[in-house]
């Protein structure tokens, strides 16, 4: 019976460190979803959100384009890194309410990156964002 408890007292610390392991690789590459509701739907109409470290801001670049027989809107996306750290990951720009992300994107420390989709023309937009790597 004292070899069983010695083998739990020590199986403590390896399981606490794994569990810390596991916590920390899934903040990594955590998906954090962010809504961006516009006052109105009109060329020119900006909102901005701080992500940390990143600052967001939506534009509604051109709006009434037909595509397919659809009204669809251009909407761009400048996201711009607050920090000397490169943040690099992926990310979605939708007029849905998804949770996944399907673009790539790298923005250099104190740098800024340009994004437009041709969405479905609304007032609410959600953009998914999910950090490679560790660091701030």
């Not at 569990?19 to 903040?27: E, I, R, V």
């Not at 534009?59 to 027989?69: C, F």
């Not at 740098?111 to 437009?116: D, E, F, Y």
Request: aromatic share 8%.
């Amino acid at each position: 019976m004292t070899m069983n408890k010695r083998y739990k007292r020590a199986a403590l610390p390896i399981m606490a460190g794994l569990m810390a392991l596991g916590t920390s690789a899934t903040n990594v590459s955590a998906q954090e979803q962010y809504s961006f509701l516009f006052s109105d739907h009109s060329v020119g109409r900006t909102v901005s959100r701080l992500i940390s470290p990143l600052e967001v801001t939506l534009e509604i670049e051109r709006a009434g384009l037909r595509i397919s027989g659809n009204d669809r809107s251009e909407i761009c996306a400048v996201f711009r890194n607050l920090t000397s750290n490169e943040w690099s990951g992926g990310y979605r720009l939708t007029d849905r309410d998804e949770n996944n992300t399907h673009a790539s994107l790298r923005i250099p420390g104190f740098g800024s990156v340009r994004r437009c989709e041709t969405l479905n023309p609304q007032m609410r937009y959600y953009l998914v964002l999910r950090r490679h790597g560790s660091g701030v």
